[in-house]
Structure formats: C-alpha cells, structure tokens
C-alpha cells in the first residue's frame, strides 16, 4: 500500500507519495514546482507563436534630432548652391570682373570662389547629416519588425564613394528604407514589404541630386572642345544655372523624404507598441488563468 505523504489543501484527501493528483478531487494536491514550470513553459511558447516575428523593445532609436539637422542642412546647401550659381553665372557673362557696389568695388572671380568653396564644405556637413540620418533609420527596420533586410547598413556609407556603385546602391537602400518604414507594412513577418512601390518623391531626389556632377561633367567637356569663349561662357553658364536648379529640386525632394520617414517610423513604432503591450497582457492573463487552475 502507497504511503500517504500529505493531504489536499483543496479538499483534505489523503494523496499518495507516488500520484501528481489528488484521488478525491483530482487537483494537484501540493505546490509541484516542476509542474508549475512546465505550465509556464506552456504558456511562453505560446506567447512566442503569437508574438512572430519578435517585436523588440530596444533597438529603436528616435530620428527626431537627426532629422532636424539633416533637413537644416539640406536647406543651407540649396541656398548655397543656387546663390554659388547665380555668382558664377554673372562672373562667366561679364568681361571686367570687378564691380563698383555701394561704392565699394566688389572681385566677382573672388565672390564666385569663395561661394563655390562654402558650397563644397556645405555640401559636405549635408552629406555627412543626411547619411547619419540614413543610417540610424536603417538600423531601426529590425526593431520595427521588419527582419528580412536585403542590405548591409554599411552600405548607407561605402555605397556612396565607390565609384560606379554610387550611381545605384545609396538609390537601393534608401528604396528599401522607404518600403519597411511605412506604416501600413504588415508585422507578420515575410519579405513582402520588399515588393511595395516607392514613392515619386525618393525617384526625384536621386535624379535630380545626380543631374548635378552629369551636367559638371558635360559642361567641362563641352568648355575643353575647341569652343570660342562666348560659346565658352553659354555652356559654363547654363550648366551653372542647371546644376543650381538640380541641387534645389534634390534638396526639397530629400527634405520632404527625411520627414515622411521620420514620421513613419514614429507611428510604426507605436503600432509596435501597442502590439507589444496587448500581447504582453494576453500572456499575463494566460498565466493568470493557469495559476488560477493549480
């Protein structure tokens, strides 16, 4: 005959050493440790299936502040630009550089170096704001449940000064931030994020931002083709006011662009939120109910 080891606390039977329940109500008579760790494993693999992908509570970080310099910047260099294109334009078309303003007699060959080299050193800070931006929007796709990314982040960085490569990879990546920060982006796991359009908006920024150095280059081997000097000046001239108007249009398109993802990433984050924390209490009602039942 068994030996009796305690008695229920649900309803004072006697349980035998060797049986998990009690014969009377048929509960588990005493706290069993080793069940009571099975029943939670039970019920974090479940909440692990519901919870697929895993949606992380770190690893996002907000674009707020990156965003506000980048957008700075962006402004600055379309404001240098078309002022350095203005300058070069009025230095090409007139044969005596020095002007009389103010009574103050102004070197337009010294204006329009001077502008060029701010231009060069603004474009620069942009560049460097607008790729720190990228690149920490980039690194937060995992944390905004997107998983399956195609690029490596250092891509945001070498892609632009490898030569023939930066013609199309900083286009690709950006492509992808765009899709996997959208809101409307399922977080269900899968790659069919990678497959949604992308606005016209990024299209017109990377055409515009590379009409700049293709009309540099046009117009400094038109000027090296055996042209007489006033078709010299034409030719320095409209690709001036060309390459002042690309760096506009590249400007206020990469502005609108580092906003909307900002933004977008900001409400995905708190879709994730949310999502986290209804699951969260899901599985503290699942233990609930499974202490409730030991």
């Not at 069919?192 to 540099?216: D, E, G």
């Not at 690309?246 to 879709?271: G, H, K, L």
Request: glycine content about 6%; hydrophobic content about 50%; aromatic content about 6%.
């Amino acid at each position: 005959m068994s030996r009796t080891h305690a008695t229920c606390r649900h309803c004072g039977f006697g349980v035998p050493a060797d049986s998990p329940l009690c014969p009377g109500c048929r509960r588990p008579a005493v706290d069993d440790w080793r069940e009571k760790a099975r029943a939670r494993q039970r019920v974090e693999r479940h909440a692990r299936r519901v919870a697929t992908p895993p949606l992380r509570e770190d690893g996002y970080r907000s674009l707020l502040l990156l965003a506000t310099a980048a957008r700075s910047t962006l402004s600055l260099a379309a404001t240098v630009g078309l002022v350095a294109g203005v300058a070069l334009t009025a230095d090409t078309f007139r044969d005596d550089p020095i002007v009389t303003l103010a009574q103050n007699q102004v070197d337009l060959d010294a204006v329009a170096r001077t502008v060029i080299a701010a231009f060069l050193v603004t474009l620069v800070v942009t560049g460097v704001a607008f790729v720190s931006w990228a690149v920490q929007a980039y690194r937060n796709l995992p944390a905004l449940a997107i998983e399956e990314r195609r690029y490596w982040t250092i891509w945001l960085v070498v892609g632009w000064v490898i030569p023939g490569a930066n013609l199309l990879v900083p286009k690709l990546v950006v492509d992808d931030l765009w899709r996997g920060s959208s809101p409307d982006v399922g977080i269900d796991g899968g790659s069919a994020w990678q497959q949604r359009p992308v606005a016209s908006i990024v299209n017109h920024w990377w055409y515009s931002f590379l009409t700049t150095p293709a009309v540099a280059c046009l117009g400094l081997v038109s000027v090296r083709g055996g042209l007489d000097e006033f078709d010299q000046r034409v030719v320095i001239g409209a690709a001036a006011v060309t390459s002042a108007a690309s760096i506009v249009v590249a400007a206020i398109a990469a502005r609108r662009m580092v906003a909307v993802v900002t933004v977008a990433q900001a409400r995905r984050a708190d879709v994730i939120v949310d999502m986290r924390d209804s699951r969260r209490a899901a599985r503290d009602h699942l233990f609930a109910m499974e202490r409730s039942r030991s």
